[in-house]
């Protein structure tokens, strides 16, 4: 529900008709009313409402006519053409405070231009409710985002960081436009791995209980001994898979153990998410375990499940190779997991979409699960249709040699170091430019931290994230380039000029009004109002580049309108210190569904 109008807010203005949702949304909802009275016999037509490719025609467009048209010429129908189809539509569409004109071009387009005094109610809509109400409708409620899902044990690693970074940005903008997410880290807790593990621990440490993390000490390291003695000590190799047993068993020592391993390692990968303000809620790979005997026999209930060569599998269409859903050992493995994993999600959590983010080498994995799926009737063969389950998939991270991402001693970069590295580059850069002396210690470090961490966050997000990506301290500390720090800086600027023109913004917001006169103040203004769209197409496609082109274009066009129109001392002061604050507050909001820290001055 709307909330109420903020008391005082505008003075004469009355925001009663602003409406909520995205604009895009708005104007669809205009257009499917002129299409039900249009063509009301004319069944499944769905608005198609896009940006118009020449803003001299307008804002938007509907694009319906030709596609009606289509369906209907040839039968008993008064409409010669496309275009006249496209004159009723444009004849039809509610009287709205939203349009200013309506035009018809070409086989029927209808160009919609927004009014001036609408995009200044919306804006001030913003400034006195915030953009919750700009919050777009998505068709479903409730999302599993599995992401970050790094292994026990093992280094969390750059392809994790990828995950997590994109993962907790979908899962902001879905939260904004409404939906319940659930965080899920789905953490490797239960390969084989451990029966060496637990056996090295037993062997080494006989007071393992009693020297606690110690024992463990750095995990890979551990790791990386323990596997030496697999290799090279046939009875401790036996052991170790004697071990495996046990500890699926449920033997209560061997659990302990397993239990103190997971923990040293859970205690490491926290070290990231805190930095990074990330958070999640582990349901590992062992959380599913009690659950796959009784999906394996729904499967094989449902005559899907084949012997092949001792396993049991799930034949799919288009791959060569079936999903093993039990080994020939009798083992359990991955896709196991994954099955049950979504049987849980589907059945327990009742999740209507569920969002798997991976590096792209995981594709095949995924599709095999999703279409095994399907055959078990889980999920509906139309796509479209809920419950869905979306593979987020990315490229790798590449260092300057253009080969997989790695330190000078090729071992697996950790991931505290980038972090460290970004944050001290960055605080550099404040002490070359003077601020040591002015701000505090303190102060200094949330500004390193915001500049270095988003930095970071920022070069990942603004690539589509199907393509591989070059991690490059220089590029993405750039202050001239597409970068956090650009964007940080525009912000603090905008923040800057409010600050001197000495005029208290709250007070402007009750009492001042906003004028768009000058054509990039009305580009600005629109491009501002757009913003729910922009996170809807991310959000539905799961691409958050989209958010991320909006913000960079977003600064490019304050700029402009920076350039163009004096703001601090012109006659225009209010309204265009109005401008101000409504760009600062929705680069704000995108920084937020991007994890990343603004700075109010730097
Ligand atoms: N632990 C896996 C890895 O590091 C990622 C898990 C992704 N999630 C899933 N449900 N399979 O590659």
Redesign the pocket.
Known sequence: AAPALAPGAAPGLDLEDVGIGSVRQQVVNLVREALATTVPDVEDIEPQVAVCGNPKNGDYQCNNAMGIWSKIKGKNTSFKNPNAIGQALAGSLPRSSLTDSVSVAGPGFVNIKLSDRWIEKKLHQLLSHGVGEWAPALSYKRVVV?FS???IAKEMHVG?LRSTIIGDSLCRMLEYCGVEVLRRN?V?DWGTQFGMLIEYLFEEFPNWEEIGDQAVGDLQDFYKKAKIKFDVDAAFKEKAQKAVVLLQGGNPQYRAAWAKICDVSRKSFDQVYKRLKVTLEEKGESAYNEYIPGVVEELKGKGLVEDSEGAKVIKVSGQTIPLILVKSDGGFNYAST?MT?MWYRLNEEKAEVMV?V?DVG?SQHFDMVFKAAKRAGWLPEDESQLPRARHVGFGLVLGADGKRFRTRSTEVVRLVDLLDEAKDRSKQGLVERGREGEWSAEELEEAAEALGYGAIKYADLKNNRLTNYTFNFDQMLDIRGNTAVYLLYAHARICSIIRKSEKNVEELKKTGQMKLQHPSERALGLQLIRFGEFVEDAASDLLPNVLCEYLYTLSGMFTDFYTNCKVVGSEEETSRLLLCEATAVIMRECFKLLGIEPLYRL
């Open positions: 599995d899902s790094p292994n994790h789905h490797g994954d994993a798997y991976t995981q």
